[in-house]
T-cell receptor
Framework: NAGVMQNPRHLVRRRGQEARLRCSPM?????VYWYRQLPEEGLKFMVY????????ESGMPKERFSAEFPKEGPSILRIQQVVRGDSAAYFC?????????????FGQGTRLTVV | KNQVEQSPQSLIILEGKNCTLQ??????????LRWYKQDTGRGPVSLTI?????NTKSNGRYTATLDADTKQSSLHITASQLSDSASYIC????????????FGQGTRLTINP
């Protein structure tokens, strides 16, 4: 059972371009979380999705950022018109369900560099 | 406000020594508390997870404690190894509501030979 897979591992974009980050959760996991980690800082919650539904996007910037988790395929975090401040590591985590004691597993992250 | 505070921010110890990392939280309603290890450039990896009824849990040389009354947790590392150099992150899960996983800023641990 492969772990949480994120791709690409590294992504370089020029200012104004779009960035698409992919996250394939562990097999059987229907809950996905996206986090952003700025250099030398902790992880910050962005969005929580279940299959085909956004449950909580309270950590997402109101503009340029969107996320989806379709019925088939990976979860996608999309950043439009990237700016230098978007440079960060973006981590995805998945879990099989909610509830006390449920484990969340993290991917290796996508490091976005905006030049 | 739901927050997780960790101390110290960074710590340097010699190989073979023990150390204890602290985590205080104000998250409610509480579901569970986890400690993660994050190596540089990698994703976090779970070390322990504790629910309300558990007050200690071990994973090899790592021992986590939880005092749900004072809302404090600690992670004790014994006989440290060079490979223990990493950031250790305390994460509290809310039972309901927005932002279910609340992360601490992490403690950056460096083990010197």
């Amino acid at each position: 059972n492969a772990g949480v897979m994120q791709n690409p591992r590294h992504l370089v974009r020029r200012r104004g371009q779009e960035a698409r980050l992919r996250c394939s959760p562990m097999k059987g996991h229907s809950h996905v979380y996206w986090y952003r980690q700025l250099p030398e800082e902790g992880l910050k919650f962005m969005v929580y999705l279940q299959k085909e539904n956004i449950i909580d996007e309270s950590g997402m910037p109101k503009e340029r950022f969107s996320a989806e988790f379709p019925k088939e395929g990976p979860s996608i975090l999309r950043i439009q018109q990237v700016v230098r401040g978007d440079s960060a590591a973006y981590f995805c985590a998945s879990s099989p369900r909610e509830g006390e004691g449920t484990e969340a597993f993290f991917g290796q992250g996508t490091r976005l560099t905006v030049v | 406000k739901n927050q997780v505070e960790q101390s110290p921010q960074s710590l340097i110890i010699l190989e073979g020594k023990n150390c204890t990392l602290q985590c205080n939280y104000t998250v409610s309603p509480f579901s569970n508390l986890r400690w993660y290890k994050q190596d540089t450039g990698r994703g976090p990896v779970s070390l322990t997870i504790m629910t309300f009824s558990e007050n200690t849990k071990s994973n090899g040389r790592y021992t986590a404690t939880l005092d749900a009354d004072t809302k404090q947790s600690s992670l004790h590392i014994t006989a440290s190894q060079l490979s223990d150099s990493a950031s250790y992150i305390c994460v509290v899960t809310r039972l309901q509501g927005a932002q279910k996983l609340v992360f601490g800023q992490g403690t950056r641990l460096t083990i010197n030979p």
